[in-house]
C-alpha cells in the first residue's frame, strides 16, 4: 500500500512533538540510499531555503495620522521617495527606489534600518483640503511609532533562474552582478536542491495561503508572483531549465530580522535586497517524496549571454557544476560565483527545521493552488 500522510496528519505529529523533519539537503542524501516510499515513511516534513537577490519586493507603512492631520501626497523616508497614491498616511516604499542625494542608498536600506529598529526622516507635503489642512510635515518615525509595516513583495523565490555570462569585449553591469567581458565569469541566483520550488515543481503543496519562513518571521504565500511562466521547457526531472515559477509574498516587517534580510547595491546598476525565505514540504505521498529527493546535478538551467542585445541562449549547465566554481560553456572553462547564499539559506533551513520541532510552527494546506498554463506577454514598443 502507498503511504499518504494529510497536513492534519503532519501537524499532529508537530503538536505532538513527534513530527520528522529534514533539510532538503539532507534528504537528498537520504535518497541515495532510500527509495521515495521508504522515505515517505521516515520522514514528514522536509525545509527548503533561499537566500538571493529579489528586487520585486518592499513595504507598506501606515504613519498614523498628525494633528491637524495630513494628506500625504509627496514623501520621502531617509529622502528615498515613497509612493502615496494610496490614502492619507498610507506609503509603499519599494526596495529598488533611489535616494534623491545617493545612488547607492534606497528603499531596500530604508526596510533594513527599520527592521533593526532605527529612526528614519520622514518628509512629508500635501496641498491641505478641509478635512486634512496641514500641507507639510518633517519628523523621525521607526517602527515602534507607526501603525503597521507590512512587507509585500510582489515577485520572490523564482523557481530556477537563468545564469549569465558576457561574450562582449566590454564589462557588463548588471542585476546579474559584474560580468567579465570574453566570458571571464558566470554568475547565478538560485540555491540548488535548497530551493523551495525546485523541491515542488509542480506546486503541489506551495500556493495562496501556504505558511512561509519570510526574514526570520512567519509569513504567507499571498498570490502566484509576477513574471509567473508555466510555458518554460523542462529537463527530464520535470524541472523548468529557467526562469519559472514565482510567489508574492507577505508579512509583519516588525517582526522581521536583519540576519534574514540585508539590503545591497549593484555596481552600475542600482539598489537591490536579498530577501531569505524559507517553505517546508510536507511528504503528503511518494510523489513529493521523489519531488525533495532532486539532486544539484538533475536541476538544469539555462546560461544566457548578457552581452548581446538578444540574451543569445549560450545552452545548458547544472547546479553541481554551478557550485563547483566552474562551467564549461562552447568547449570554454568559466569561472562561476553564485549571486545567492547557499550558506545563508542553510541557515534559514535549519532555522525553520528547528522552530517546526520546537512546535512553533505548524503548516498550512493552500486554499487555491496557482494556475498551471501561463506564459509571458512582451511590452509594444511605440516610436522611438
Not at 563547483?324 to 562561476?336: D, L, V
Not at 517546526?356 to 498554463?373: A, D, G, H, R, W
Request: glycine content about 8%.
Amino acid at each position: 500500500m502507498k503511504q499518504k500522510k494529510s497536513y492534519a496528519e503532519i501537524n499532529e505529529k508537530i503538536a505532538k512533538g513527534v513530527a520528522v523533519v529534514l533539510t532538503a539537503e539532507e534528504v537528498t542524501q537520504m535518497a541515495k540510499e532510500l527509495k521515495p516510499g521508504e522515505i515517505v515513511k521516515k520522514v514528514d516534513i522536509v525545509t527548503t531555503a533561499t537566500f538571493g537577490p529579489m528586487c520585486s519586493s518592499g513595504a507598506f507603512i501606515n504613519f498614523g495620522h498628525t494633528e491637524p492631520p495630513i494628506r500625504m501626497e509627496s514623501a520621502t523616508l531617509n529622502n528615498v521617495p515613497v509612493f502615496t497614491g494610496i490614502a492619507a498616511v498610507d506609503a509603499y516604499i519599494g526596495a529598488t527606489e533611489e535616494s534623491l542625494h545617493d545612488k547607492k542608498y534606497g528603499g531596500a536600506h530604508v526596510i533594513e534600518d527599520l527592521i533593526s529598529g532605527k529612526d528614519i526622516e520622514l518628509k512629508a507635503t500635501g496641498k491641505g483640503t478641509d478635512c486634512y489642512p496641514r500641507k507639510k510635515i518633517e519628523t523621525s518615525i521607526n517602527k515602534k511609532t507607526v501603525n503597521e509595516i507590512i512587507m509585500f513583495n510582489p515577485r520572490n523565490a523564482y523557481q530556477n533562474y537563468c545564469a549569465a555570462v558576457n561574450t562582449s569585449n566590454k564589462i557588463k553591469y548588471t542585476y546579474m552582478g559584474v560580468l567579465l567581458p570574453k566570458s571571464g565569469n558566470a554568475t547565478y541566483s538560485t540555491s540548488g536542491e535548497l530551493s523551495p520550488l525546485l523541491n515542488d515543481p509542480e506546486l503541489r503543496t506551495i500556493g495562496i495561503g501556504t505558511r512561509i519562513f519570510l526574514c526570520g518571521a512567519q509569513g504567507y504565500v499571498s498570490w502566484h508572483g509576477t513574471q509567473f511562466n508555466t510555458s518554460v521547457p523542462k529537463n527530464t526531472s520535470g524541472i523548468p531549465k529557467s526562469n519559472s515559477a514565482t510567489i508574492a509574498v507577505i508579512g509583519d516587517l516588525k517582526k522581521m530580522h536583519t540576519d534574514f534580510i540585508k539590503a545591497g547595491y549593484f555596481e552600475n546598476y542600482g539598489v537591490s535586497i536579498f530577501i531569505g525565505i524559507g517553505i517546508p514540504i510536507p511528504l503528503l505521498d511518494e510523489e513529493m517524496a521523489a519531488f525533495v529527493s532532486i539532486q544539484n546535478e538533475q536541476i538544469e538551467t539555462t546560461v544566457f549571454d548578457y552581452g548581446s542585445p538578444e540574451h543569445t541562449n549560450m545552452g545548458t549547465t547544472n547546479y553541481k557544476d554551478l557550485q563547483s566554481g566552474e562551467i564549461q560553456i562552447n568547449g570554454k572553462k568559466i569561472r562561476t560565483a553564485p549571486l545567492s547564499s547557499i550558506s545563508k539559506a542553510r541557515t534559514i533551513a535549519s532555522e525553520l527545521k528547528k522552530r517546526i520541532s520546537n512546535k512553533e510552527f505548524f503548516l498550512t494546506e493552500p486554499v487555491q493552488l496557482f494556475p498551471t498554463k501561463t506564459s509571458l506577454n512582451k511590452l509594444n514598443i511605440r516610436g522611438v
